[in-house]
């Protein structure tokens, strides 16, 4: 609108006669123009205010993901097994082979005729399961003899025993495992490696080999005891007869309160 006061007054001082009707024409052509624009403008509008990024729900939801990531695929159970190592100590049998102690990998030379390895540091007596991995390398006799606790007393697990087939627990009620209940046979292949795995509640001593039941045997009413050529692995150990063998990813769980209520409830039923 001063635009517009300030040309009046520049064509009533003009002496140019010819340039008053131009500039006047002008004048009339942006008044008209004027609101058009305005009316073409739209206002402006400040900026939205951006939602400021949560970071912390975020971070924390990474952080889950990638715990979730880590026990991808893995059971309750197998996310409670805890590895068993720097506590191993070499057994001294007597005519014992070489013993190297590494890692995840334990190798036991041929022995006259025992070599063994035994855990010396606290370990559970009762509900817990206890796994490995073991593999005969050379010789024909038990490969893996897995000692273990049930309650005050100890048994073996043994696999290949008596010649290289014999499977079972050793002892129960002063029978070995060549002579009691849990007596079974099975071919071992050299070089090949079996997952073991014994487990003791209170109602039974439970063992696999690749995850298939191998020896099973109710407690009550029995007595457990070892060989006396196996107090070395005691409390718990490994031990091959006359035979280079390994063993390896040695691990131990102990028993959910689900598990050990179970077997409680079983142990309680009446014998028939």
């Not at 190592?85 to 070499?90: E, L, M, R, T």
């Not at 292949?189 to 795995?197: A, L």
């Not at 035979?243 to 689900?258: F, G």
């Amino acid at each position: 609108m001063k635009v517009c006061i300030v040309i009046l007054k520049l064509i009533g001082q003009s002496k140019f006669v010819r340039f008053a009707p131009l500039t006047l024409g002008t004048l009339i052509l942006m008044a008209n123009l004027a609101p058009t624009l305005l009316a073409a403008e739209p206002p402006q509008q400040k900026p939205k205010a951006q939602p400021k990024t949560q970071e912390q729900p975020a971070q924390k939801e990474a952080a889950a993901k990638s715990a979730d990531n880590k026990n991808a695929g893995k059971t309750k159970k197998e996310q409670a097994w805890k590895p068993l190592k720097d506590k191993w100590v070499v057994s001294q049998f007597g005519g014992d082979g070489p013993v190297v102690i590494k890692d995840k990998l334990i190798t036991m030379g041929l022995g006259d005729p025992l070599t063994g390895i035994r855990w010396e540091a606290e370990l559970p007596k009762e509900n817990y399961e206890v796994e490995l991995e073991a593999r005969r390398r050379e010789g024909f006799d038990f490969f893996c003899a897995l000692t273990f606790p049930v309650g005050k007393k100890h048994v073996s697990f043994i696999l290949g025993g008596w010649g290289g087939g014999v499977v079972g627990i050793s002892s129960v009620d002063g029978f070995d495992a060549s002579e009691n209940e849990t007596t079974s046979f099975r071919n071992f292949e050299t070089d090949r490696w079996y997952k073991v795995r014994a487990r003791v509640d209170a109602n039974q001593i439970q063992c696999w080999i690749d995850n298939k039941p191998a020896a099973e045997q109710l407690r009550k009413g029995h007595e457990f005891d070892i060989r006396y050529e196996m107090d070395q692995c005691v409390p718990l150990g490994v031990a091959a007869f006359q035979c280079k063998s390994e063993v390896r990813n040695i691990q131990i769980r102990k028993l959910t309160p689900a598990e050990i209520k179970a077997a409680e409830k079983e142990a309680a039923k009446p014998t028939e």
